[in-house]
């Protein structure tokens, strides 16, 4: 049986390791959005990116992208986009 510091060690590992984890392949996504490979390849994109800071709309289409921003620009929600 664990004592209660056992306990408060094991209980900060397994929620610390996880974090740990997820922080390594940030430099991978932060290279992604900046349009370079792994390997350090630029390449070019057919669409630009795009950034928002509340809401997403993602299609294959420009014209549903943009019907979509239109209903959340108007106070809708995701249901009303969809």
Do not use: C, H, W
């Not at 510091?5 to 929620?15: D, H, Q, S």
């Not at 800071?53 to 921003?69: E, F, I």
């Not at 209903?71 to 986009?81: F, M, R």
Request: avoid cysteine; charged fraction near 20%.
């Amino acid at each position: 049986m664990l004592n209660s510091t056992a306990k408060r060690r094991l209980t900060a590992l397994i929620v610390l390791l996880p974090a740990l984890f997820l922080g390594v392949d940030m430099e991978n996504a932060e290279a992604q959005i900046a349009g370079v490979a792994r390997d350090g390849f630029q390449y070019e994109t057919m669409r630009s990116p795009a950034m928002g800071l509340r809401g997403v709309v993602a299609t294959s289409q420009p014209l549903a992208a943009n019907a979509g921003l239109d209903i959340l620009k108007k106070g809708g929600n995701a249901i009303d986009a969809a």
